[in-house]
């Protein structure tokens, strides 16, 4: 299995934060949603066509995320992430958000793989597998 660490860089944005100029805590979920959208694009993979051309998706089954420091406006975050596990149907992602070398927030992210469509677990496309491996 491929434990290779993927980082995407994510600027904050006045709309990301509360009124105490805080990144708000659910925007944590959006940029460890949009690190693994980047990931799969640098493998190859777009969302739109898999689900078009392929008739996959993958939909969050499980999110487990610890909060450790703010991230304020302006900053440049890295939001990396490590496949951990692959399953027939599932991808299972340790994920973390920093500033500079400060862990502000990590995540443990399950993904099902589902049919486009109806929505049932499916196993995952073997061009994907493939390039993972």
């Known amino acids: 299995m491929i434990l290779s660490k993927f980082i995407w860089q994510v600027r904050v944005y006045y709309e990301d934060t509360d009124a105490g100029g ?8 959006a940029y ?40 304020r406006l302006d900053e440049l975050l890295d939001v990396s992430l490590i496949l951990k596990k692959r399953g027939r149907a ?9 500033r500079d070398d400060v862990l502000l927030c990590q ?3 399950l993904l099902a793989c589902v049919d486009a ?15 993972i491996q």
Request: charge should be positive; proline fraction near 4%.
């Open 32 to 71: 460890m949603e949009r690190a693994r959208s980047e990931w799969l694009r640098t493998l190859g993979f777009d969302n739109q066509v898999l689900a078009d051309q392929q008739g996959v998706v993958f939909a969050v089954r499980r999110a487990s995320v610890d909060y450790l420091q703010p991230a």
């Open 117 to 131: 469509s109806s929505f049932k677990p499916t196993a995952i496309p073997q061009t994907i597998i493939r390039k």
């Open 22 to 29: 805080v990144v708000y805590y659910a925007n944590y979920l």
């Open 90 to 98: 599932s991808l299972l992602f340790e994920q973390q958000v920093c």
């Open 107 to 109: 995540g443990e992210i």
